[in-house]
Each structure stands twice: as structure tokens, then as C-alpha cells.
């Protein structure tokens, strides 16, 4: 699986690293990045139902998630 976040949408409401902090993090300003764990956009497996869960709860829909083929 892959996530995605999408700076021009993310406006810093910080659920995705509060619901995941070991999936997504902020930067200086508050805005979602990822972590070590997702970075490249590869989420671990086990950790899917994480990254569905942050995507859900972004209330800019500036996560993404897709599954791989």
C-alpha cells in the first residue's frame, strides 16, 4: 500500500498524527509529513488499517491511499 499526502490540501489539523504518530508526523508549521516508517510513500505491512484510518479522518482529504497491484 501507498500514502500519499498532499501539501496544497493538508491544513495542519494534525488528526492523521494524532490518530497514526508512527505513521505520519508534522513539520514546523503543524503540517502532516511522513515518518522514517512511511517514507517513500510505502506503508509497512500490518499498518494499512493506519494509513485508512488518518485518510478517513482528514478532514481536507489531503491523505491518499492506494493499494498496489
Known sequence: MKVHI????CQ???RCYD???DLF???EEGYATLTPLTEGGQVPPGREAGARLAAANCPESAIS???ES
Not at 498532499?6 to 490540501?9: A, C, I, R, S
Open 25 to 27: 508526523g508534522e513539520d
Open 12 to 14: 495542519g489539523h494534525g
Open 6 to 9: 498532499d501539501p496544497q490540501l
Open 19 to 21: 490518530l497514526v504518530p
Open 65 to 67: 491511499v492506494t493499494e
